[in-house]
Structures are given as structure tokens and as C-alpha cells.
């Protein structure tokens, strides 16, 4: 309606404006969810926490779902808050216990967010991490020398028997 027809209405008439509140959503992105790490390592990395929503997401909480006895520490732990397509860089630090088993490790990354008092969605990202056994360079050096040896051994052996 426009403004003259309004006038002509004899009834009540009420000024009505919305205020849009826009919605909050947040991204989790890693450059990289699988590590090879051989014992006694720790993994480095990290990820970004990004708003592309239409609202301020605040009271953002990054925390890590780990095996037994892994740690896992996390800068900044709590960040206070994100206005719309503003991101900002979490450093994760993992690491896995001194007697670690060889094979596959998962550890999962939550976030946790509100946005109007209201808790924001986020997909868990998952770390997939396998672990190797250190090799053991000494062993392979001494078994390699012992391999040039019995070639060589062989060679020699089979020079002096051709002579004959």
C-alpha cells in the first residue's frame, strides 16, 4: 500500500518494521586431515574457523575428541567471537603417548558456538593419523654390508675356482 491509501482506511493503523536477525553458520576447514607420523612424533597443524552466515557467532569452543591417553592442545581454545565472513587460525597440536601402537588413529575435532543464544551446527572434521614403527638404521646398514660381503665372497670364490 502506499501512503494515501493508507490515509483513506478508516480503521487503526500501526507503523510495522522488521528488523532481519540473519542466521549463523560456521566452517571448519583443515588444509589436511591425514597424517604419517612415526612414534614418538606429534603432529602440528592448522585449521580455520570461518563465519559465513549473516549473524556475529560467539563463545566459539574448539576441543578434540582423542584415543586414550593422547593430549591435544589447542591456541586459542575459546574464541570470543566472529562476525560474518570473518575467519580466524587455530593451531592443534597433537600428541600421541611415549608407548604408542603402530597402526591407524583417528581424533576428532568439535566445535561448539552460539549465535543469538542459540547453538550453531558445525560437522566434526576427523584426523586420520597412522603411526609407523621407527626404522632401525643401524640394522639395515649392517645387514646391507652383509649382503655386499657375501657377493662379494661369492665373486671372489668364484674367480679362484675358474682359475683352477
Known amino acids: 500500500y502506499k501512503e494515501q491509501e493508507l490515509d483513506a482506511i478508516q480503521g487503526g493503523k500501526i507503523r510495522l518494521e522488521l528488523i532481519p536477525r540473519g542466521i549463523g553458520k560456521l566452517e571448519?576447514?583443515?588444509?589436511?586431515?591425514?597424517?604419517?607420523?612415526t612414534v614418538g612424533d606429534e603432529i602440528n597443524m592448522d585449521i580455520t574457523v570461518k563465519n559465513y552466515g549473516t549473524r556475529r557467532i560467539d563463545n566459539i569452543k574448539v576441543e578434540t575428541d582423542n584415543p586414550l591417553n593422547w593430549v591435544s592442545n589447542i591456541e586459542p581454545a575459546l574464541i570470543s567471537s566472529l562476525n560474518p565472513e570473518q575467519e580466524q587460525k587455530v593451531k592443534v597440536a597433537i600428541i600421541?603417548?611415549?608407548?604408542?601402537?603402530?597402526?591407524a588413529q583417528e581424533v576428532k575435532i568439535k566445535t561448539e558456538a552460539y549465535a543469538n543464544n542459540r547453538r550453531v551446527e558445525t560437522d566434526d572434521?576427523?584426523?586420520?593419523i597412522q603411526v609407523n614403527a621407527k626404522t632401525n638404521i643401524l640394522g639395515t646398514v649392517l645387514l646391507i654390508a652383509s649382503l655386499i660381503g657375501i657377493?662379494?665372497?661369492?665373486?671372489?670364490?668364484?674367480?679362484?675356482?675358474s682359475k683352477r
Do not use: Q, W
Not at 28 to 37: C, D, G, M, Q, S
Open 96 to 103: 600421541p603417548p611415549a608407548d604408542v601402537s603402530v597402526g
Open 125 to 128: 572434521k576427523t584426523i586420520r
Open 28 to 37: 571448519v576447514r583443515a588444509t589436511n586431515l591425514y597424517h604419517e607420523i
Open 151 to 161: 657377493i662379494v665372497g661369492i665373486v671372489v670364490f668364484g674367480i679362484k675356482i
